[in-house]
């Protein structure tokens, strides 16, 4: 199960991006939100 991993990977990139390009904010957190809620309902389908 990958969900556990890639929450805090994604959060930990989307987190630099922001201070590089804090003008992505917006992109960066859509992103973000859709990603979690995906993995989100993938853990919930697996099992």
């Known amino acids: 199960m990958l969900h556990p991993i890639l ?4 959060a930990l ?3 630099i991006l922001i201070l590089v390009r804090p003008a992505l904010l917006s992109y960066i957190v859509a992103i973000y ?3 979690v809620g995906v993995l989100g309902l993938l853990g919930m389908a697996g099992g």
Request: glycine share 10%; aromatic share 0%; no cysteine.
């Open 7 to 10: 929450q805090p990977l994604i």
């Open 13 to 15: 990139i989307a987190g």
């Open 33 to 35: 939100l859709i990603a």
